[in-house]
């Protein structure tokens, strides 16, 4: 999902082609990757081992495609 937002946000900054729209978009990126951090710390709390097991199987911001299913 965040992967999808990010591309979204950079398509319309680079579509734009104006930096007074483009700048609230590349902001929001940095925002949200940074509350990334903080949701990963939440769900690491709520769920534990279960999380990080699901963690290693999908990979983070950029999705984990080539894993083989072991």
């Not at 483009?22 to 990963?40: S, V």
């Amino acid at each position: 999902m965040y992967t999808a937002l990010f591309a979204a946000l950079i398509a319309l900054s680079l579509v734009s082609a104006n930096a007074l729209i483009a700048g609230p978009y590349l902001l929001a990126i940095g925002w949200i990757y940074a509350r990334i951090g903080k949701e990963e710390t939440m769900m690491l709390g709520q769920f534990g081992d279960a999380y990080r097991a699901y963690m290693r199987r999908v990979g983070g911001v950029i999705p984990n495609f080539f894993r083989r299913n072991s």
